[in-house]
């Protein structure tokens, strides 16, 4: 048996980062997953009933800097270390329209899809183990050179600073043999998807730790897709 590996999710309280967790899990691997409100997750803790010892749940916002900091903090009370981080969650503001797009949805995608990503691997960093995989999850809707409409601005433009989030970690922590990707999961059936997406979030997930269990430290600060293949920047 492989030794288990030392995860964590955000945002996995439904969506891909569930399905994150329960693949994890099913490999034999540790998880610790994160949400807003833990005692509302219900699939997660019924999940920490038939996997005691091996699930935890942590609270974590990622628009506020003090839940990164406390989650960094509590983290070592039931991880000794990680193995992989697997940056999840993001939130997506749907009907904006130029002229009309509130400053308020800016400062949330900001704070949610890219900031907080960033401040959390910064905060956990020195928890990383020598060899880690940070998956940060993207969009092609955050890809500059593919842009067809105006759409999902603040979802595109927060999802554009998340992939410089990327790849500035894949430079800062190059030297101890960690590899960041930004991960394009597909279009996939989660409440953000919605019902009509191509993907389930199984298959989009089996795909996406595929690429993540095969990249090397040449792949780190890449953009990928479930399928391995680049997305363009
Ligand atoms: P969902 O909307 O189904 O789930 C989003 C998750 O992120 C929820 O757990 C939500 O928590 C959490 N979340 C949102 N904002 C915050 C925050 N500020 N702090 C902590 N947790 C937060 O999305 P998906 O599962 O579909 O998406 C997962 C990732 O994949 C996202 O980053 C998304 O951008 C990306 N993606 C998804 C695609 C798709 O087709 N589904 C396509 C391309 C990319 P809560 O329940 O509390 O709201």
Redesign the pocket.
Known sequence: MPTPRRCLV?????????AFVQHLLAGGDDVVA????PGRAAALNALVGEHPGHLHLLP????EPRSIEALAHELPLVCDGLDLLV??????HSGERFGSVPAANLD?SF???AS?PFLLTQALSKQLAAGARVAN?????GSITSLEAFRTPT?AIS?AAQNMVTALLARALADRGIVVLAL???????????AH?E?S?DE?VAGLLEVIDGAGMADSGRFLDWRGEDVPW
């Open positions: 955000t945002g996995a309280n439904r969506g891909l980062g569930l994160t949400c807003r409100q974590l916002e990622l628009r940056n999840n969650a993001g939130v997506l949330d704070r949610s899809n907080g999850l993207s969009s092609s809707w979802y999802k394009n999961p597909g279009w996939v059936r989660t409440e953000m998807g919605g997406a993907l979030p989009a």
